[in-house]
């Protein structure tokens, strides 16, 4: 069975419920409220669904044929991260779910007003969306001295605020802060940031090191992260 999700980038809303005239309200709701809905009316069939993945967040009743709410929850928990919000006729079931600890993410009691559910599935989907967002690979950061320089996003910061920096600078001073305390002659770094011969364009060098001292150093006249070693060139000093 292909589902109505596959390939798309919306966020994937599963309903395991089986009084299907619920169902289908949630579905038209959730649906409006531009997501994507697939129905399961029963347990073990909607367990199955959630497990597999592809969906961002379960609406699970806890009666249900085939498997109890409170046993597909378990299971979705084992293997899956994702939001469940969990619905109810009975507020016992809420207290129950409570007492077990067993990580519903919401409860709502039927009946419930359809745009009370979406404003919960929003904000949990929002939730998910930043949590993820925060476990996602950190950017690529060199950090000294109070001097910060974020290759990912190619911004510089000294102290916590941001110098702005034109693409040469930037090139310039990341390439210098990656290979610390090594000499380089003005040739070798023309030839390193702008890619070609420095034949008559050191000059170049001289103006682009003197424009980021003017941004990052306290003193441009003494500078404590760009060097200049005389007859030579420049060094970062870590």
Not at 46 to 75: N, T, Y
Not at 189 to 203: P, R
Not at 207 to 215: A, G
Request: proline fraction near 3%.
């Amino acid at each position: 069975m292909s589902h109505p999700w596959e390939g798309a980038h919306m966020s994937r809303i599963l309903i395991i419920e089986d009084e299907e005239s619920i169902a289908e309200l949630e579905k038209d709701y959730l649906e409006l409220s531009g997501f994507e809905v697939e129905i399961e009316t029963d347990g073990l069939a909607g367990q199955a669904r959630a497990l597999q993945g592809g969906c961002d967040l379960v609406i699970l009743d806890v009666m249900l044929p085939g498997a109890d709410g409170f046993e597909i929850l378990k299971q979705i928990r084992r293997e899956r991260e994702i939001p469940v919000v969990m619905v109810s006729a009975k507020k016992d079931d809420i207290d129950k779910i409570r007492g077990l600890g067993l990580g519903a993410d919401d409860y709502v009691t039927k009946p419930f007003s359809p745009s009370e559910l979406i404003a919960r599935v929003k904000a949990h989907l929002t939730r998910y969306d930043r949590l993820r967002g925060s476990a996602a690979a950190p950017n690529d950061e060199i950090e000294i001295r109070g001097l910060r320089i974020d290759k990912t996003a190619r911004r510089v910061y000294l102290n916590g605020e941001e110098k702005i920096f034109t693409t040469k600078e930037f090139d310039l001073l990341t390439f210098l802060a990656e290979h610390p305390n090594r000499v380089y002659t003005k040739g070798e770094l023309f030839k390193n940031i702008w890619g070609m011969d420095s034949v008559g364009e050191i000059a170049t060098v001289t103006v682009h090191v003197k424009k980021i001292r003017e941004k990052i150093e306290d003193d441009s006249s003494r500078p404590t992260y760009i060097e200049t070693i005389w007859g030579v060139g420049y060094r970062f000093k870590d």
